[in-house]
T-cell receptor
Framework: DTAVSQTPKYLVTQMGNDKSIKCEQN?????MYWYKQDSKKFLKIMFS???????INETVPNRFSPKSPDKAHLNLHINSLELGDSAVYFC????????????FGPGTRLTVT | AQSVTQLDSHVSVSEGTPVLLRCNYS??????LFWYVQHPNKGLQLLLK??????LVKGINGFEAEFKKSETSFHLTKPSAHMSDAAEYFC???????????FGTGTRLKVLA
């Protein structure tokens, strides 16, 4: 069984479009995260939710909006896509907030043309 | 400010020889430390973690790391490299009392036949 899953795996779209990436975890974890990995493999946290409440909101353009309908799901919606949004986006979850290990999804490769 | 430095962006070893991937961290309080591995076009997998218990931590696939507070280091080692170890390795620090993972810039390990 997949622990943390993301859809879609690949997403190719044009500048200006709006797109969503979905994430689901079946680990029973309370906390979920979104990360962005750039072309140089650098990973940076974007958002974190604990029990559906936003607890980390890094300096991310407000075109990015996370939504957590329940603690097993954390979706990422991106408005008005730009070329610089091209990256791999990873979802992760952990049992509790803080120093517990995080489990990562397989990633969504977003390409904006 | 908390940070993590991976001292080598690329490491090449011959199959069957030891692996050493270096990581230094900066943290105001006792951190938790992790090593993750990312195989090409895959998500991140936890190799091992340090959370203020034993300073020598054993992980999966024969990897281990030693926490040295005096040197603020958490280097990853393996006695004998295997071809399947070729991947990108990330050192991560999670400062105590925070929600965040801070990633290093990664070390690409190449294993030569």
């Amino acid at each position: 069984d997949t622990a943390v899953s993301q859809t879609p795996k690949y997403l190719v779209t044009q500048m200006g479009n709006d797109k969503s990436i979905k994430c689901e975890q079946n680990l029973g974890h309370d906390t979920m995260y979104w990360y962005k990995q750039d072309s140089k493999k650098f990973l940076k946290i974007m958002f974190s939710y604990n029990n559906k409440e936003l607890i980390i909101n890094e300096t991310v353009p407000n075109r990015f909006s996370p939504k957590s309908p329940d603690k097993a799901h954390l979706n990422l919606h991106i408005n008005s896509l730009e070329l610089g949004d091209s990256a791999v986006y990873f979802c992760a979850s952990s049992q509790v907030v803080g120093t517990y290990e995080q489990y990562f999804g397989p990633g969504t490769r977003l390409t904006v043309t | 400010a908390q940070s993590v430095t991976q001292l080598d962006s690329h490491v090449s070893v011959s199959e069957g020889t030891p692996v050493l991937l270096r990581c230094n961290y900066s943290s105001s309080y006792s951190p938790s430390l992790f090593w993750y591995v990312q195989h090409p076009n895959k998500g991140l997998q936890l190799l091992l973690k340090y959370t203020s218990a034993a300073t020598l931590v054993k992980g999966i696939n024969g990897f281990e790391a030693e926490f040295k507070k005096s040197e603020t280091s958490f280097h990853l080692t393996k006695p004998s490299a295997h071809m399947s170890d070729a991947a990108e390795y990330f050192c991560v620090v999670s400062p105590a009392g925070t929600y965040k993972y801070i990633f290093g810039t990664g070390t690409r390990l190449k294993v030569l036949a």
